[in-house]
């Protein structure tokens, strides 16, 4: 026999459902401009239906629903998606980081352009050809000394401009390394928040979009692997909730060492610190408990790249170093030719050999030292700059104002191959000036130009995984808005559905028993 008041309890489920129901799309749309936020929902299943199955049970035409059962609240959110986006955030990442070092190494060199290298040795040989036409003209000497120690000056902006720009690198490193570990400190945090409240059977929804935009943000600054864990000692967990995230930083090849560990067993998670070791302005190890680490991905795989770093073989590599030892051979070989053929000649009515155009230090004619910045310290000697009549156009001593043979030495180095030079040069130089200087800022060109053009492709990529994940997880206005008038309706229908309840038993209770009176 159904009990005379079964329906109230049907009706007052149906109120409870969807009354929990809308407070749920309350809280979605209070949070639709919140970042990270993932759209919740409630699982709705039947009540257990009446009778249940015995031999007891009461005679009734067939089981009659008992309502509407309010499951678990979840989010909405796909996870091959999650692992989508973080392995291409992370590609993001590095080449965002990788083209952004690039182009501002372009700026420096700002080639092809007035204030370039380029144009400002194309002045200083041509100084150099009217030398060899007015050799006794103080004016056209003059000329060669100020383009002179503007080719200098233009080696030390290059060489002092790229140093600056690879500690800003370095600091940003060091912010990087130190972002990673804040970030998994934060993670372990909220693990430990999401284990005091999963094994009670609930689901903290609101603390797995915090983990989960922590680990977003992380993925673009490393590859990461996330494993979530359930320990054994764990309560009684939902089998929807997620448990405790292990993390791994990715390299290359695949191998990974742990961030944040948890223990099988009793949940307990402890975060590993990364660290950067430097050595000699290179990175010399990347280490997360005392493990080396080599080949990772990322920002700080793209910084690492344009500051430098030590190679098996112990020798530098990267970017910037690269760029700033290809202008210090360029300076060295320069100025050492040039100073060798100007020491060959005479100045304006000397007698004595002339010394040196350029000054290069102390090591000067011992050959290419690869400890010394040459093109930092390059400068015209002073007494070039003081008394221009130094400059050695002339081949022979005395009274040889017109004699410009040793001018036109000079200014046959424009055309002259590495192979040629009388100075010791570097294994790996060359060509001329004006060939190895445009390879120079030729590979520089397709570095650029590389990095931005998968930069591009993976921004493209980066974009469509975070439409499709937000057109699963985020939330629509206007999708809320029809579900809040779907369970407005149906809590209301409910309340009408306690109301006819209340007129039935209305009727058996004051309409019956009272025939005859």
Do not use: C
Request: charged fraction near 20%; hydrophobic fraction near 35%.
């Amino acid at each position: 026999m159904v009990s005379t008041f079964h329906g109230l309890e049907t009706a007052k489920r149906g109120m409870t459902a969807q009354q929990l129901a809308l407070y749920t799309t309350g809280h979605n749309i209070a949070n639709a401009n919140t970042p990270g936020y993932t759209r919740q929902r409630v699982s709705f299943s039947t009540a257990e239906p009446f009778p249940g199955a015995g031999l007891n049970r009461p005679q009734i035409p067939g089981q009659l629903g008992t309502g509407v059962q309010p499951g678990t609240i979840e989010r909405i959110r796909e996870e091959f998606l999650d692992l989508q986006y973080r392995s291409e955030n992370t590609k993001l990442g590095y080449y965002s980081s990788l083209s952004s070092a690039l182009a501002k190494m372009e700026d420096i060199m700002n080639e092809p352009s007035d204030s370039g290298l380029q144009n400002i040795m194309s002045k200083f040989w041509s100084s150099l050809q009217n030398l060899a036409d007015h050799p006794e003209n103080l004016g056209t000497r003059q000329v060669v000394a100020s383009q002179g120690q503007m080719v200098a000056e233009t080696f030390n902006y290059y060489y002092n401009s790229l140093e600056s720009i690879r500690k800003d690198l370095g600091n940003e490193i060091d912010k990087t390394v130190k972002n990673i570990n804040s970030i998994v400190s934060q993670i372990d945090e909220l693990n430990k928040q999401i284990a005091s409240v999963e094994p009670h059977g609930m689901l903290p929804n609101d603390l797995y979009d915090k983990r989960d935009q922590l680990v977003d943000q992380l993925s673009s600054l490393v590859g990461v692997k996330v494993t979530a864990v359930k320990p054994n000692q764990y309560g009684q967990p939902l089998p929807t909730a997620i448990g405790l995230y292990e993390i791994e930083i990715i390299q290359k090849d695949g191998s990974s060492l742990s961030l944040l560990s948890v223990d099988n067993t009793t949940g307990a998670s402890t975060p590993n610190e990364l660290s950067i070791t430097i050595e000699n302005d290179a990175i010399e190890s990347v280490q997360v408990e005392g493990v080396s680490l080599n080949n990772l991905t990322g920002k700080l795989q793209g910084l690492i790249e344009s500051y430098g770093y030590h190679d098996e073989n112990g020798d530098v590599k990267g970017h910037y170093p690269e760029m700033m030892e290809k202008l210090n051979k360029l300076a060295y070989a320069f100025a050492s030719e040039f100073n060798h053929i100007h020491q060959q000649g005479y100045g304006l009515d000397k007698t004595d050999p002339a010394g040196e155009f350029f000054d290069l230090g102390d090591n000067t004619g011992s050959g290419y030292d690869e400890t010394i910045n040459y093109a930092q310290i390059i400068k015209v000697r002073d007494e070039i700059i003081k008394d221009p009549s130094n400059i050695a156009a002339a081949k022979k001593p005395g009274e040889n104002s017109g004699d410009n043979n040793n001018a036109f030495e000079l200014a046959d180095l424009k055309s002259k191959d590495f192979s040629d030079y009388s100075v010791p040069l570097p294994d790996d130089m060359s060509g001329t000036f004006d060939f190895y200087y445009a390879a120079m800022i030729g590979d520089l060109g397709v570095a650029a130009q590389s990095a931005n053009t998968n930069l591009d492709n993976v921004q493209v990529l980066v974009d469509s995984v975070e439409y499709n994940r937000q057109s699963v997880s985020g939330v629509s206005l206007d999708e809320e808005m029809t579900n809040m008038i779907t369970f407005q309706h149906a809590y209301n229908a409910s309340a009408r559905m306690i109301t006819v309840i209340d007129e039935m038993l209305d009727k058996i209770i004051n309409g019956m028993g009272i025939v005859g009176r």
